[in-house]
């Protein structure tokens, strides 16, 4: 345990609740050691100090949410043979076999997340960008190889005109547009 953090030592501030929490095995950052706390997984009190409201932390608090931390096993996927892929604490994939049905279920739960998650996330190849007369500004990003920020910053200049189009007003620019802003630069 890091010095001053004796039986004695019964709340901390958030320097010293980082410190001892890295001292636990847990690295975090004041922010998000902050967002923990706005979540409510971990209990703090506020006390007036001189520059005014000042996190107040409780050892054993501490302690407790660092063995829920350091204790989590995440499964991240299944293999090929049925068994549970999970990081281990230095993050390499180790498989692990879980025994009886619920190695089955969670096999055909994961390979489901992953259909979900290869699905969800469609992709156009270039190809496809050049048969459209209109692009989305991340279609956009995809077919012209121009950063994100060059096209926002060319449409906010006047130099690329885009039209809000939709619900929620997604911009499209022409492609025709975006090839003679393109020439134009050169």
């Known amino acids: 345990m890091p010095a001053g953090f004796g039986a004695s030592c019964h709340s901390m501030n958030k320097a010293e609740a980082i410190e001892f929490l890295k001292a636990s095995g847990v690295k975090m950052s004041v922010r998000t050691l902050q967002r923990h706390v706005s979540k409510g997984e971990l209990a703090v009190a506020y006390v007036r100090g ?5 996190t107040d932390f409780e050892d054993a608090e501490l302690r407790r949410f660092a063995e829920r931390l350091t204790s989590k096993t995440y499964v991240t996927r299944a293999n090929d043979n049925g068994a549970a892929v999970m990081p281990d604490a230095a993050g390499h994939e180790n498989a692990m076999m879980i025994a ?9 739960l994961l390979a489901a997340i992953e259909a979900a998650r290869v699905s969800s996330t469609p992709t156009s190849t270039i190809s496809d960008l050049a048969h459209k007369l209109r ?5 956009a990003v995809r077919y012209s190889g121009l950063a994100r920020g060059e096209i926002e910053r060319a449409i906010a200049g006047g130099k690329l005109s885009a039209v809000k189009r939709g619900p929620r007003g997604a911009r499209v620019i022409r492609r025709s547009d975006l090839e003679a802003y393109e020439k134009r630069k050169a």
């Open 50 to 54: 001189p520059k005014g409201d000042e």
């Open 135 to 139: 692009l989305t500004v991340p279609e």
């Open 100 to 108: 009886g049905a619920r190695s089955s279920a969670l096999t055909e």
